[in-house]
């Protein structure tokens, strides 16, 4: 089977160019947020890519949605690789490939009722008659738990969880193949957060949809990933079953992000830690040739992702 949505050795740096550097005369900086990022999402399965603040989740996913252009690597969506594609050539692909935001006040126009939002792609697109439009918007309201009566409100008489709701019938307005869902819940409260996990689980099963999922919360994903990438700098640095990555986590900082589940049991909730940068590069594990499954090229100075199993990689130290 072919994934639906296949990013290659992906790289973005951005310039920081400008202020002190150039000011004391330095060369422009460069940040590199994502660093050779190759990912997977295999049809009707839900990839969660997990990482903290900074690790350059968004930025993978902002590039595998054409919404900010790569450095270097490709993205291959069913097949068509859409790296370098332009606009007009673009557009008609957009309809297999949608985006839900953390923040969806700032992504719902607030001019706009909750009917002509989620009605918007279908204008954009010059997809059905006006009456089609109202019928399948009323569909998707009941879809994504929304009684059609809130169609001629605005997203300021909403909660937050609502909000959320709206930008998911609208992303999957256009009935795409792989949603890119950044941090959907992080912005909503516990119960909110279950009852849109759940949704979107629903909704992934009815629809058939493959989820790129990215969140900082390793037990947010745990219901929802079928296989769990695990980001740290810019690159991956685990990457298993969901299961695995809770049962038998081989890097570091996969095990200090499983470290930082709040515990409902307040004796191991004590012992919640974080390690430090040097503690995670101190104990970044070592394999040796023979336990690897997948030839690594061994030149190659520092840590690579390795194969463990057929479906478990881990970033090793690779000793001959
Ligand atoms: N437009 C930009 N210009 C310069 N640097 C950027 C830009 N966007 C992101 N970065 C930097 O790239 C790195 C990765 O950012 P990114 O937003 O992808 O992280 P993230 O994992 O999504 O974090 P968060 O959990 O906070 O959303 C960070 O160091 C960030 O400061
Ligand atoms: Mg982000």
Redesign the pocket.
């Known amino acids: 089977m072919s994934p639906v949505l296949e990013l290659r050795n992906l790289r973005k740096s951005?310039g920081?160019g400008s202020g002190f550097a150039n000011f004391f005369g330095g060369a422009p900086q460069q940040?590199v947020?994502?660093d050779g990022v190759s990912l997977n999402v295999m049809p009707r399965k839900v990839l969660g890519l997990v990482?903290?603040?900074?690790?350059?989740?968004?930025?993978?996913g902002l590039m595998a949605m054409r919404l900010l252009d790569v450095t270097s690597g490709e993205i291959i969506v069913n097949g068509t690789d859409i790296t370098r594609l332009e606009p007009a050539v673009l557009k008609p692909l957009r309809k297999q490939m949608q985006i839900v935001f953390q923040d969806s006040y700032s992504s719902l126009d607030p001019m706009m009722t909750l009917s002509q939002i989620v009605a918007e792609p279908f204008v954009i697109h010059g997809m059905y008659t006006i009456q089609e439009r109202n019928e399948i918007v009323g569909d998707l309201f009941e879809k994504v738990g929304l009684d059609r009566s809130y169609r001629s409100r605005y997203p300021h008489e909403l909660s937050g969880g609502q909000r959320q709701r709206i930008s998911i019938a609208r992303a999957l307005a256009l009935k795409p193949d792989i949603l890119v869902a950044?941090?959907p819940t992080s912005a909503l409260d516990v119960s909110v957060k279950a009852q849109v996990i759940n949704l979107m689980h629903d909704l992934q099963e009815e629809m058939g949809l493959s989820i790129l999922f990215?969140s900082?919360e390793l037990n947010v994903i745990r219901s929802l990933a079928d296989e769990i990438a695990v980001?740290h700098n810019?690159r991956i640095v685990e990457q298993a079953p969901t299961e695995t990555i809770f049962k038998d986590a081989q890097h570091p900082y996969t095990k200090s992000l499983l470290n930082a589940i709040p515990s409902l049991d307040a004796r191991k909730r004590v012992r919640r830690s974080f390690m430090t940068a040097e503690e995670i590069t101190a104990n970044i594990p070592k394999v040796s040739q023979a336990d690897i499954t997948t030839t690594a090229n061994v030149s190659t100075t520092g840590p690579q992702l390795v194969n463990v199993s057929e479906d478990h990689k881990v970033e090793a130290i690779v000793e001959g």
């Open positions: 951005f920081m940040v947020a994502v990482g903290e603040s900074g690790s350059g989740k968004s930025t993978c950044d941090e990215i900082h980001m810019g």
